[in-house]
Each structure stands twice: as structure tokens, then as C-alpha cells.
């Protein structure tokens, strides 16, 4: 079992930077690949980015790529979005997430076991 907590999110301007947290309490937080996800309101939930257990390996989004960072701390149960030149369409709730399925990667909501509540990220115009 592993409890996962969002923060960081909040309203910013377009072309602005947000850093979100997600930090793990439970199990040691190196046994989980993770991952965030965003939802906008009418729209299904999807994958931002995603990194491996050790953190050498990250995935991005096309929509996302240039200006995300994904990275965890694993000694401190932590993982971090850094969102940088945001847009309005960057709007929504995002999840963090853990799986202890895989070692790399996992791109695929349904491979995830645990949830964080979510944290609300606004994009003004």
C-alpha cells in the first residue's frame, strides 16, 4: 500500500510555471513506477508524464514535451512536475499515480494501483 498527496497546483497566467508534488507515504517509494495524469472537465483522463523506478527513464506527452519535467526524489518520496510556458488548455485536475506492476515506464491509466485525490491546475488567458 502506498498513500499518494498532490500539491503545487493552483491558477497561473499563460506563458507561467507551476511545480507540482506528489510525495508517497507507505511502502518505500522506489518500488513504484509513477506517473501524472490531468482531466479537464468533458474529457477523459490522460497521461502526462510518467517515470521509471529509479527516475532514468521519463515519458511525456506530445502536447507536453519542451515544457514539463517529470523527476522524483525517491529519498524523499517524492516526485515533481515542473510545467513551465503554460497554456489554458493545461487546465484541469491532475493525479499522481504509482504502480508496483512494472520496473519502466507505464503510460496506461488502468495500469495504475494508486491514486493521489488530485490538485486543480488553472490556466488564465
Not at 527516475?55 to 522524483?72: A, E, L, M, N, P
Request: aromatic residues 12%.
Amino acid at each position: 500500500q502506498v498513500q499518494l498527496v498532490e500539491s503545487g497546483g493552483g491558477l497561473a497566467q499563460a506563458g507561467g510555471s507551476l511545480r507540482l508534488s506528489c510525495t508517497a507515504s507507505g511502502r518505500t517509494f522506489g518500488s513504484f513506477a509513477t506517473g501524472w495524469f490531468r482531466q479537464a472537465p468533458g474529457k477523459e483522463r490522460e497521461i502526462v508524464a510518467a517515470v521509471s523506478r529509479s527516475g532514468s527513464s521519463t515519458y511525456y506527452t506530445d502536447s507536453v514535451k519542451g515544457r514539463f519535467t517529470i523527476s522524483r526524489d525517491n529519498a524523499k518520496n517524492t516526485m515533481y512536475l515542473q510545467m513551465n510556458s503554460l497554456k489554458p488548455d493545461d487546465t484541469a485536475v491532475y493525479f499522481c499515480a504509482a504502480t508496483a506492476r512494472v520496473f519502466t515506464i507505464v503510460t496506461l491509466h488502468n495500469m495504475y494501483d494508486y491514486w493521489g485525490q488530485g490538485t486543480q491546475v488553472t490556466v488564465s488567458s
